[in-house]
Nanobody, 110 residues
């Protein structure tokens, strides 16, 4: 089992940046990790994922603006979000295999 704790969410103006972090309770060395988000009234969607080897994938809507990274020594996952848009407003969740964090709210004002 892995416990995940997200941080770094908040309120930002459109065009601004935020950096989300996720701390895992144990080694994530061999685990594919990801960031998902859920906006009100919409299904959860995968924002970005990163394999244990460092390969990444992104939703088309965030390509070129978001960057996912991991630190296998510190057991952390990050999401750098730049040029934020109001449509990025959502609760963002960190995932490790089938485990989910509690989520952190990101609100982008226009």
């Amino acid at each position: 089992q892995v416990q995940l704790v997200e941080s770094g969410g908040g309120l930002v103006q459109a065009g601004g940046s935020l950096r989300l972090s996720c701390a895992a309770s144990r080694s994530i060395l061999s685990i594919t990790m990801g960031w998902w988000r859920q906006a009100p009234g919409k299904p959860r969607e995968l924002v970005a994922a990163i394999t244990s080897g460092g390969s990444t994938t992104y939703a088309d809507s965030v390509k070129g603006r978001f960057a996912i990274s991991r630190d296998n020594v510190k057991n952390t996952l990050s999401l750098q979000m730049n040029t934020l848009k109001p449509e990025d407003t959502a609760v963002y969740y960190c995932t490790a295999h089938t485990f989910w964090g509690q989520g952190t709210q990101v609100t982008v004002s226009s």
